[in-house]
C-alpha cells in the first residue's frame, strides 16, 4: 500500500486563538478566499463526524453538488486547538490537519500538515508510476501548505467583514 506524502509549516498570526480558531474551523457555505463552497450534511455546529462536500468556485444556493465532488468528514475536532479533515477524490485523499498554540500575548502560531495519500492500485504498474512520482507529489503537497499558510492572514481578515 501506498504511503502518504507529508508536508508541514507553521506561521504566527497577530491575533488571539479564539479568533483565528473562528476564522478556520468554519464550512461557510462559500469561503471566498479559497474559492471553495461547501455543502455540508445535517444542522448545527460542525464537530468530530461532520460530513461535507466541497465544490471548486461559488455554488448558487439550492444548487446540488455535482456528481462526482470530493466528500469531506472532520475526523477530529478540539475547539481553539486542533480540527482535522479529511477529502475524498477519486484518484487519493487529502487529509489537512490545522493545530492551533498561544504564541506572543494576542498572536497565535498555525501550523498546518497535509498529507496525500493515492488509492492503491494492486497492480504493479501503478505502484510503480506512484513511485516515480512521489517526488513531484511532495513537492505539491508543501506548495499546497505553503499556500494555505500564505492565505491565513486573509481568512481572519474575513472576519472584520
Do not use: K, N
Amino acid at each position: 500500500m501506498p504511503q502518504p506524502v507529508t508536508a508541514s509549516g507553521s506561521r504566527e498570526l497577530p491575533h488571539e486563538r479564539r479568533r483565528v480558531w473562528e476564522a478556520l474551523a468554519v464550512l461557510a457555505p462559500y469561503c471566498a478566499v479559497c474559492d471553495v463552497s461547501y455543502v455540508v450534511e445535517g444542522d448545527g455546529a460542525p464537530g468530530r463526524g461532520t460530513r461535507f462536500v466541497c465544490v471548486p468556485g461559488r455554488l448558487d444556493d439550492g444548487v446540488a453538488p455535482p456528481a462526482g465532488a470530493p466528500q469531506g468528514e472532520i475526523v477530529e475536532w478540539v475547539p481553539r486547538e486542533r480540527v482535522t479533515t479529511r477529502l475524498r477524490l477519486t484518484p487519493e485523499t487529502w487529509t489537512t490537519t490545522i493545530r492551533l498554540a498561544d504564541a506572543a500575548p494576542g498572536a497565535t502560531l498555525v501550523t498546518i500538515t497535509v498529507s496525500h495519500e493515492p488509492h492503491a492500485g494492486g497492480r504493479l504498474t501503478q505502484r510503480l508510476t506512484q513511485r516515480l512520482m512521489r517526488g513531484g507529489v511532495r513537492e505539491m503537497v508543501q506548495r499546497t501548505v505553503d499556500g494555505e499558510l500564505d492565505r491565513l492572514p486573509a481568512h481572519v481578515a474575513r472576519l472584520q467583514e
